[in-house]
């Protein structure tokens, strides 16, 4: 094995990505998750410090102040970011960490880690399915499904910067082609 990486996955929301991750997660628990820092309200069945660390707009603002993260964008109205704690935590500890990231922000690990950062884009097979699965996940309210579906076209076009693509059609064979490729990574 070689050294380990940042594995960096991002998509349009409801591409998948939480899905794919939770199922790697298992496949491989030597890997690490990278919990970010956000201000967006728990959502049922998330738990703070394992999905999100869920903070205030006051708190958040003072993380950027301090340079206690390694990147942060504002999306839908709420803070996002990278810990900077988590990515020590990862590369002290010798192990490969998992992202799940906006695609500006994985660009920006990119930018940072240069080879050590592998960036996963999890495309959906059309706009109309993405619109599907992330109305059936009943967690937004129709403006913010709105919201989130008007970034989908940048995103999906910020995407063809990542290293990989892994169109999630089937969820088990997408789990399984992104599994290979990191394997893949990993052993070189
Ligand atoms: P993201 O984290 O990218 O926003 P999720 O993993 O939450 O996306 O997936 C969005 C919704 O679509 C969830 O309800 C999930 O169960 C469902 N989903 C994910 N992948 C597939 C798939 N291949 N086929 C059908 N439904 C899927
Ligand atoms: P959600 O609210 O659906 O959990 O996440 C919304 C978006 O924020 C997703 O694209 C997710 O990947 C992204 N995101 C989560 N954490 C971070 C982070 O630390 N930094 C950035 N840039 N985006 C993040």
């Known amino acids: 094995m070689s050294a380990p990486k940042l594995l960096v996955f991002a998509s349009p929301s409801g591409g998948g990505k939480t899905s794919i991750i939770k199922a790697l997660l298992e496949r491989h628990p030597e890997f690490q998750f990278s919990v970010s820092a956000t201000t967006r309200a728990m959502r049922p069945g998330e738990t703070d410090g394992s999905d999100y660390c869920y903070l205030t707009r006051e708190r958040f603002e003072e993380l950027i102040s301090a340079g206690d993260l390694v990147e942060h964008e504002q999306l839908y109205g709420n803070y996002y970011g990278t810990l900077k704690s988590e990515t020590d935590r990862a590369l002290n500890a010798g192990a490969s960490m998992v992202f799940d990231i906006d695609v500006r922000g994985g660009l920006a690990i ?62 088990a064979k997408a789990i399984d082609d992104v599994d290979a490729l990191i394997m893949k990574q990993l052993s070189q």
Not at 119 to 148: H, K, N, Q, Y
């Open 110 to 171: 990119k930018a940072m880690y240069g080879a050590r950062a592998v960036l996963m884009f999890i495309a959906p097979p059309s706009i109309e399915v993405l619109e599907e699965r992330l109305r059936g996940r009943g967690t937004e309210d129709e403006a913010t499904v709105r919201r989130r579906m008007e970034r989908t076209a940048m995103e999906m076009e910020m995407g063809k910067q990542f290293d990989f693509t892994v169109v999630n059609d089937d969820l």
